[in-house]
């Protein structure tokens, strides 16, 4: 992040610029806030009525205001959503092409994709005999369905973390763990300031979240709402 925004500067300081040049902190925020987070990165848009060939000035109050917007840091939310989330949703029922007849019962992925608004489904298919899905964050709750404050970091910890698909590479290994203020976060974000979670309350946010009827939530929805807590 220092090399790209070092860069930046440096390029900046190359072009002809006035005073009466516009801030483009709402501009550059955008991708610094991605670099540091990460991602990708978005292209710089001008602000309207400033020509493509115009150097614009950035200061470096700009730079500082933008790098202290990111909130929490994309690594850690990586290594929870590569925790609850699952490699395959299943539908509630077959879906049909139209040009094969062919059923699709669930959709697969190589990574983490979804994580799951339902706990378990049944998979019925035409092709293979029926199974049973268990959403991946159902392990976090006990048999009567709850989980306590306290457990819940160990409970996240506990699941096995696979690198999900959404996020730009990071470089995280299976082993590393989420800081205790991501799953501190994450369990604010859920369930406020309760002592304790039930599957029912973990399920409604989750569909709250969700930007497909309440069925899946993705990588972006999920990065959004830790990064806006």
Not at 68 to 77: F, H, Q, R, Y
Not at 93 to 106: I, M, P, Q, W
Not at 141 to 166: H, M, N, Y
């Amino acid at each position: 992040v220092i090399g790209l925004v070092g860069l930046l500067v440096a390029f900046v300081a190359l072009c002809t610029t006035n005073n009466d040049s516009p801030s483009l902190f709402s501009t550059v925020r955008l991708g610094v806030r991605d670099v540091a987070r990460f991602g990708s990165v978005r292209p710089l848009s001008l602000p309207q009525g400033i020509r493509s060939k115009r150097c614009l000035h950035v200061s470096s109050t700009d730079v500082a205001q933008a790098a202290a917007s990111v909130g929490l840091e994309t690594p850690d939310i990586i290594k929870l959503f590569g925790r609850l989330g699952d490699k395959e949703y299943v539908l509630e029922s077959v879906e049909k092409t139209v040009a094969s007849g062919y059923g699709f019962a669930s959709y697969t992925s190589a990574r983490p994709k979804w994580i799951l608004c339902y706990d378990e489904r049944m998979i019925r298919s035409e092709d293979c005999p029926e199974r049973l899905q268990k959403a991946k964050w159902t392990f976090l709750f006990d048999s009567e369905g709850i989980v306590k404050r306290e457990d819940f970091s160990t409970k996240i910890q506990g699941l096995r973390f696979a690198f999900p698909l959404g996020p730009g590479f990071v470089d995280i290994r299976p082993a590393d763990m989420p800081s205790e203020e991501s799953i501190a976060t994450l369990w604010r974000t859920i369930a406020g300031d309760s002592a304790q979670l039930t599957k029912d309350e973990f399920l409604s946010r989750m569909k709250e979240w969700s930007n497909d009827g309440g069925e899946t939530v993705l990588w972006e929805q999920f990065q959004e709402a830790l990064s806006a807590s």
